[in-house]
């Protein structure tokens, strides 16, 4: 195991492959794009909701605790929903902090999806705090968020 | 042209919650990276809309931005209680749209 682990490039340095990665460690300035803010995350989420403040609990987030390759990080939500047509969970949003933009993707659902769950991989720039955002079928917004570790240029883990 | 797999049980009970798994193949240009050489921005290419259909109805769909993997991997489920026909369809957002089909029998 490595002790490298670098944190602050952007995971498009790492991308053009390991060559790259260690001319930008040497400084070397490859270009790489202003991320978005754990401020820009939360606006998103409270124009996502019109305004309403999520409340903790029902929705669920699973993502590594450390990612290795931020290319492709298997993520999944879910909400504790009896998914009946009087009572289901609309939708999951996911939201990332430090990409270069907060919204990664929404699920919408329905009573037929049975379950409130799906599975996908996104991208991770950097280590951050990624949210699930969920909106019921009442009109309730509920939040949680989990934190990804990304360990970039083949160091490991 | 867009490969596209995706995975559902051949056969289920009535009031079965089934997985399904898909996959399409897309690179997903996020419009953030830039070209190596010349410097410039590589323009923004990526699938935005996902919708799956069980015998007509929507029942699931996803919005996806650039955070999406390239190649994207999409799970989600379906109640099913009767045997028909799936939909999936994957619209690009430079208006393309790319379509798979599955079967299910539902005893």
């Known amino acids: 195991m490595s002790k490298m682990r670098i944190e602050v490039i952007d995971r498009r340095t790492f991308m053009v492959g390991a060559g790259a990665a260690a001319a930008a460690l ?3 300035g490859l270009p790489t794009l202003a991320n978005a803010t754990p ?16 409340a903790e609990g029902k929705v669920k987030i699973e993502m590594p605790e450390i990612a290795e390759n931020g290319a492709t990080v298997p993520t999944k939500v879910s909400a504790d929903s009896p998914m009946t047509d009087q009572d289901y969970c609309k939708s999951i949003s996911i939201i990332s902090t430090k990409n270069p933009y907060p919204h990664i993707c929404t699920f919408h659902f329905t009573p037929r999806s049975g379950k409130a769950w799906a599975s996908i991989r996104v991208r991770m720039a950097t280590t951050q705090d990624v949210y699930a955002v969920a909106q019921m079928s009442d009109g309730k917004w509920y939040i949680t968020k989990t934190t990804v570790k990304v360990t970039i240029g083949g160091c490991g883990g | 042209m867009a490969k596209a797999r995706v995975k559902v049980p051949k056969t289920a009970k009535a009031g079965d919650v089934i997985t399904i798994k898909t996959l399409i193949k ?4 996020s419009g953030n990276r830039k070209d190596k050489k010349t410097g410039k921005k590589i323009p923004r290419h990526i699938i935005d809309k996902f919708t799956a259909k069980y015998n007509g109805e929507v029942f699931f769909s996803s919005d996806w931005e650039g955070g999406v993997s390239a190649n ?15 939909e999936f369809v994957w619209h690009d957002e430079k208006g393309e749209e790319y379509k798979a089909t599955a079967k299910i029998t539902v005893g």
Request: proline content about 5%.
């Open chain 1, 39 to 54: 401020e820009q995350a939360m606006d998103f989420i409270e124009k996502l909701t019109g305004g309403a403040k999520p």
């Open chain 2, 72 to 86: 994207p991997y999409c799970a989600f489920t379906c109640k099913v209680d009767k045997s028909g026909d799936f």
């Open chain 1, 26 to 28: 040497a400084g070397l």
């Open chain 2, 26 to 29: 897309h690179k997903m240009e």
